[in-house]
């Protein structure tokens, strides 16, 4: 969910963005990272861990501790809280390590 | 390989304001900053600092963040900015590796200034990596940088400065804070922070902690328990809370992994956050012409970043050759801001730290 009204800051509509999330077109808008417009989605899972396959979300939001790791346009491991959504972008849950060269 | 004299990593406020000390004396520098943007956590910041009028008190974060920029960009012949880019090598003889979109470049330095931050501490208990559950500064980077709520409810861990300051930021922004809990007796922040968020009915707990998340893929509830003098768990005091958010402030650590990367000499400081290299009184590291300056030295308020900035571009361009014309003006100026900075009860932290550097013989 967007912030409509604030005492301090104050968020104009942006051009929406869309892309898809597992395969599903979504929508985001311009200035989001991956990771906030798929928590504005209610999307709070983003990735898992690699031996149990917990669910994992964002947890420092500034590119630091690698929670929030997805693959994006077929690239593992890009740190969707740091990561400018884009018109177009495929989005997709990572479920392991990733390999480095397909 | 392109060659600079001065080297600034990290783009938040101790690097914008070495960058701007040094473009005044003459020296030309280049920002590598990870982030698509300069300004470094500054920028959700919506609260006015404290402090004094030369560190911006009284100016919101954010506007501080705009300031120190504009400082920069008002140089654009001096200061060079490369942002989304990560140094992922730095070596002995000053050459650093860059990653930018994929590309790897070396660039060699004849000073570097490392103020690469620090990073929110976790916190250890039963399924604390549900989705919900967050680091306070992440959640103040969705909601004031992203303007997306984080959910509708959520439970603070940790009752410092970041914590009462993003409680109340979440109530501004309209999500219910539940609870403030704090594992020692006694709450950790300004009063005046507290008194904001008692104000708004918002419970602060002290000697309670979080002892357990429950949910599914996603977190839906937690139980909490009181504390002993020992912050040991007090049998039969476990309360249930639903929340779907879940904060964690429980402070930072300097970001000093590139340090290590030049073993230069490293010291385990906790009243400075955790790992920070040792360093002379000009902040110099053991590896000569690599310097520290901001939270990578010691975790303190962005306002004392700003001047350890200030300060450590003052002394890198004079050992450049560049004696900023107010240089002895300036030195003593940064000098006692830093004191007074760290003055008081709450500076206390730092100056135990800082202490304990010092036995080492170097001097910050």
């Known amino acids: ?102 | 390989m392109t060659n600079y004299d001065l080297v600034i990593i990290g783009g938040g406020p101790a690097g914008l304001s070495a960058a701007k000390i040094a473009a005044e004396a003459g020296v030309k520098s280049i920002i590598i900053e990870r982030d698509y943007h300069l300004g470094g956590q500054l920028v959700k910041q919506t609260h006015m600092f404290f402090g004094s009028e030369k560190q911006y008190a009284k100016t919101r974060g954010i506007d501080i963040a705009k300031i120190l920029v504009n400082n920069v960009m008002d140089y654009p012949d001096s200061i060079e900015v490369m942002t989304n880019t990560t140094v992922v090598g730095l070596y002995d003889d000053m050459v650093l590796t860059l990653l930018q979109n994929e590309s790897y470049s070396k660039i060699k330095a004849k000073s570097i200034i490392i103020a690469t931050g620090a990073s929110e501490k976790f916190l250890a208990f039963e399924n604390n990596d549900l989705p919900g559950i967050y680091g306070a500064g992440a959640v103040q980077t969705l909601m004031n940088v992203h303007g997306v709520l984080p959910g509708e409810n959520v439970v603070m861990v940790g009752s410092g400065n970041i914590g009462l300051i993003v409680s109340y930021q979440l109530m501004q922004a309209g999500v219910n804070v539940k609870a403030v809990l704090e594992a020692s007796p006694t709450i950790g922040g300004y009063k005046v922070h507290a008194s904001k968020l008692k104000r708004l009915g918002v419970d602060i707990l002290t000697s309670t902690s979080i002892k357990k998340a429950i949910g599914k893929d996603k977190l839906e509830k937690i139980i909490i328990s009181k504390l002993d003098n020992d912050w040991n768990y007090i049998e039969k005091t476990e309360t249930e809370i639903e929340t779907d958010v879940l904060c964690i402030s429980v402070g930072l650590s300097p970001q000093s992994r590139l340090l290590g990367m030049i073993e230069a000499k490293m010291k385990y400081v906790p009243t400075l956050g955790g790992l920070v290299a040792v360093i002379n009184k000009h902040h110099e590291t053991s590896i000569k012409n690599i310097f520290v300056a901001g939270d990578v030295c010691g975790v303190e308020e962005a306002s004392s970043a700003i001047v350890e900035g200030c300060f450590t571009g003052l002394i890198v361009s004079e050992r450049l050759g560049h004696k900023h014309q107010n240089h002895d003006k300036l030195y003593n100026d940064f000098k006692s801001q830093l004191q007074n900075l760290r003055s008081g009860p709450f500076g206390k932290k730092t100056r135990t730290g800082l202490e304990e550097l010092r036995r080492d013989e170097f001097v910050k």
């Open chain 1, 1 to 102: 969910m967007r912030i409509k009204d604030h005492p301090i800051l104050e968020f104009k509509d942006q051009k929406p963005l869309h892309f898809t999330y597992n395969d599903t077109l979504v929508e985001g808008q311009f200035g989001d990272t991956i990771a906030s417009a798929l928590h504005n989605l209610g999307i709070r899972k983003l990735s898992h861990s690699i031996k149990d396959k917990r669910a994992r979300g964002f947890y420092c939001a500034i590119g630091n501790c690698a929670s929030c790791n997805m693959v994006v346009n077929g690239k593992p491991n890009v740190r969707t809280c740091v990561t400018l959504l884009e018109e177009g972008m495929s989005v997709k849950t990572q479920v392991n390590k990733g390999v480095l060269y397909d």
